[in-house]
């Protein structure tokens, strides 16, 4: 159960569109379609924006988008705003009842 | 409303446990499942466990295998995460979060646990 690989840091400037990766393997996240993604402010619980690899919950722009291609899958922000400025977790379904965490992406809005 | 409404923040020697609680309101208790995600301080988000409130059966990370309980009274419905033999390393925040189409949607406001001798 090793911790999903994510970039330690990303950033753009408002309005440029910025992807944030997230690896694993064929027992995480090539082998399941449920990846998520989680935003997080300081001091703040974890926020849901991206399950199912590219769904939506209701209130998230869809600025916010997912996707996954084999062992590997994304989140892209696009048309960033200085509120996106955040910790972005993946997280993936690992099987039997267990799930993974990615090492979170700092992004920064320049 | 959907709502996880923890216990407060606590403060543990080495080598204590430490159980806290997370009380569901909102929707059916026994419908969902419950995840314990801890996050030490500047670190990352770190999967725990996971309890099928309807029949107890729970599922631990291999790396709280041993140490971590997590249980559930459906009368109350509230989650329980016990962690037991606390070291420094166990100073986190600890938040539960409900089921939601194989993710998380709900969650907690997360409760400290402080181990310090």
């Known amino acids: ?110 | 409303q959907v709502q996880l409404v923890q216990s407060g923040a606590e403060v543990k020697k080495p080598g204590a446990s430490v159980k806290v609680s997370c009380k569901a309101s909102g929707y059916t208790f026994t419908s969902y499942g419950m995840h314990w995600v801890r996050q030490a301080p500047g670190q990352r988000l770190e999967w725990m466990g996971w309890l099928n409130t309807g029949n107890g059966n729970t599922k631990y990370s291999q790396k709280f295998q041993g140490r971590v309980t997590i249980m559930r009274d459906t009368s109350a419905s509230t989650a329980y995460m016990e962690l037991s033999s606390l070291r420094s390393e166990d100073t986190a925040v600890y938040y539960c979060a409900r089921d939601w189409f194989w993710s998380t949607y709900y969650w907690g406001q997360g409760t400290t646990v402080t181990v310090f001798s």
């Open chain 1, 1 to 110: 159960q090793s911790a999903l690989t994510q970039p330690p840091s990303a950033s753009g400037s408002p309005g440029q569109s910025v992807t944030i990766s997230c690896t694993g393997t064929s027992s995480d996240v090539g082998g399941y379609n449920h990846v998520s993604w989680y935003q997080q402010h300081p001091g703040k619980a974890p926020k849901l924006i991206i399950y199912e690899v590219s769904k939506r919950p209701s209130g998230v722009p869809d600025r916010f988008s997912g996707s996954k291609s084999g062992n590997t899958a994304s989140l892209t922000v696009s048309g960033l705003q200085a509120e996106d400025e955040a910790d972005y977790y993946c997280s993936s379904y690992a099987g039997s009842n267990t799930w993974v965490f990615g090492g979170g992406t700092k992004l920064t809005v320049l």
